[in-house]
Structures are given as C-alpha cells and as structure tokens.
C-alpha cells in the first residue's frame, strides 16, 4: 500500500513538472503599463533542468518494478526540482 501511494505522489509530481513546460515563471510590468511574461522553457538553464526533472520522473515511474532502480530515480528526481531551485535564487 506504502508503495502504490508513493507512486501517485511521484505521478502527480511528474504531471505538475510537465506542467512547467507552458507555465509563465514571472510576469514583468514594465513602463507604461506593458507586460512581459517570462516562461521556463524561455530561459536555457530552467528549460534544461525542467527536461532533467522531468525524464527523472517519468524514469522513476517506469522503473517502479526494479526497487533500487526505483530509490535512487525518484530521490533524483526530488532534487532537480526546477521550481524549488527558481525560488532560491
């Protein structure tokens, strides 16, 4: 059961990262009232990271089967999380 869970939680973390690839990080109001809107697959640091991310997670949920495999993709996974590291910077 433990397991079956973790893998909806990493499935909807992969479906959010997917996600990031037609969301907006920041929207810039410039003078005169223009806007300008700034994606993650705009800037080449944050695109990669977000493929990285992304075939991290969509490898840890076809590896489900292999344990080990299993471990070391997920907690990959977690840590090349693009939105997380967009907000420390």
């Given at each position: 059961m433990w397991q079956r869970i973790q893998i909806l939680y990493l499935a909807i973390a992969a479906a959010l990262v997917g996600s990031l690839f037609f969301c907006n990080m920041a929207t810039i109001i410039g003078p005169e009232g223009a806007e300008v809107t700034i994606g993650y697959h705009e800037k080449l640091p944050f695109l990669l990271l977000t493929i990285m991310a992304f075939t991290a997670h969509v490898g840890a949920l076809a590896s489900t089967r292999i344990r080990f495999l299993w471990l070391m993709t997920s907690t990959a996974s977690q840590t090349w999380n693009?939105?997380?590291?967009?907000?420390?910077?």
């Open positions: 693009p939105v997380s590291i967009s907000a420390a910077i």
